[in-house]
């Protein structure tokens, strides 16, 4: 397996020797597993070298038949290493790599049925361990040409720390992201908007340290409800009814480096971007429309309801009892765009159809991320323009972590 250069991966031959020679070869004479391992380790380091070579010369005295006896050689190999101190060769060796380096370097095999044939062929193939190269944010909100007021709000923070290892450097980023567009047409839809979002990102700061694991999907939950019941309480003692009381949707990320926890209630949405798999709406509209799509109509009669797009949910309108927030988690495992956007930029299909000129310049990492965002509001801002326009953009840069494995 071999590395492109623009990160994925190809199956590489190892053994150089011309194919129509190699298929006239006796497969006795052809190189082994252990030969060509004993090849790769002779261009690592001398430390390695030494640590390995219990294992190279176990592979090339004992008959090894299955992939399970390998692995239990690299076990046991690893078991060494954790209890038997290793020689150090010079100071710059002892700078180097842990133990729990190279124990993290021995290769982990599948163990298929011995006597399933099939196993093999079907085992998933291991990815690449991926390293944190680099993360850029970028926010932007524009009122309009058809309004004048902007309801959406969003709020973010977020650290980065870069730490300089003898195997490396190592990054390290963990965020709040959130948008809020205050219901259209409701009364103070920009109060709404901005309650949500203070009162959401106040309980992370209060009860996430910026360190360890995300919090957890019922601890989204919770700040979201503590959201609605702010402005449900605003409501109540306004004395507000019927149309006149505000609301909002929200979309939400915590982003502990290659982990993300989305939270969504609303029309607001969140999509993800990669060269591998396009672009991707990974929250589903809380409106009549959708709702309906789901209990089995077909879209285009759902959609022909002149209440397709009115929401099913909404922040402050009414109480908890009436708000379901969804949460979902991802895994950035390969250059990615994350897009959190109010529905003035989404609408009509505006990201879909602007993929090649708009989206994918995004992942562009020679320009500056805050450019192409702008670019991107101006064209939804042509394309659209009927509402407020808000959008956050975080881009992940990765890289095959290869120090980890030679």
């Avoid at 990160?7 to 031959?13: A, D, G, I, K, V």
């Avoid at 309004?147 to 709020?155: G, I, K, T, W």
Wanted: charged content about 20%; overall charge negative; aromatic content about 6%.
């Amino acid at each position: 397996m071999a590395v492109n250069p623009d990160q994925s991966l190809r199956l590489h031959q190892l053994d150089f020797t011309p194919p129509l020679v190699e298929s006239f070869r006796p497969l006795a004479q052809r190189p082994t597993l252990v030969t060509i391992w004993q090849q790769l380790f002779e261009n690592t380091s001398v430390r390695r070298q030494s640590v390995f070579m219990p294992l190279l010369v176990s592979l090339s005295t004992a008959p090894i038949e299955t992939i399970r006896e390998i692995q239990m050689l690299l076990d046991s190999l690893a078991e060494t290493l954790r209890t038997e101190p290793l020689l150090v060769l010079n100071e710059a060796d002892e700078a180097g790599e842990s133990t729990d380096d190279l124990i993290a370097a021995l290769p982990k095999l599948p163990l298929p049925d011995d006597n399933d044939h099939t196993a093999i062929d079907d085992a998933p193939t291991a990815l690449l361990p991926r390293q944190l190269v680099q993360v850029e944010v970028a926010a932007q909100t524009d009122t309009g040409r058809d309004r004048h007021h902007n309801e959406d709000v969003y709020l973010m923070n977020h650290r980065q720390q870069l730490r300089v290892t003898p195997n490396g450097q190592q990054l390290n980023m963990q965020g709040v992201f959130i948008l809020c567009d205050g219901m259209g047409g409701h009364a103070e839809g920009e109060v709404a908007s901005s309650l949500a979002a203070k009162t959401v990102y106040d309980y992370f700061e209060e009860t996430w340290p910026w360190q360890g694991d995300l919090p957890s999907a019922d601890e989204v939950r919770k700040a979201i409800y503590r959201a609605n019941e702010a402005i449900f309480e605003t409501n109540e003692q306004k004395a507000k009814t019927g149309s006149g009381r505000m609301g909002t949707t929200l979309v939400m990320a915590l982003v502990d480096n290659y982990h993300l926890r989305l939270g969504h209630v609303g029309d607001s949405r969140i999509y993800r971007f990669t060269k591998r798999q396009g672009l991707e709406q990974l929250t589903v509209d809380h409106e009549v429309g959708q709702r309906l799509i789901q209990q089995g109509v077909e879209p285009e009669i759902a959609y022909g309801r002149p209440d397709a797009y009115q929401l099913t949910q909404a922040l402050g309108p009414r109480n908890n009892q009436s708000v379901a927030p969804e949460v979902m988690d991802i895994t950035i495992d390969e250059d990615t765009l994350v897009l959190l956007c109010s529905d003035g930029l989404s609408d009509n299909r505006c990201l879909e159809t602007h993929i090649i000129s708009h989206i994918l310049p995004m992942l562009d990492f020679s320009v500056p991320l805050s450019q192409t965002l702008h670019k991107l509001i101006e064209m939804g801002n042509e394309v659209n323009g009927h509402d407020n326009l808000t959008a956050i953009a975080l881009r992940f840069k990765l890289r095959s972590a290869l120090s980890c494995l030679f």
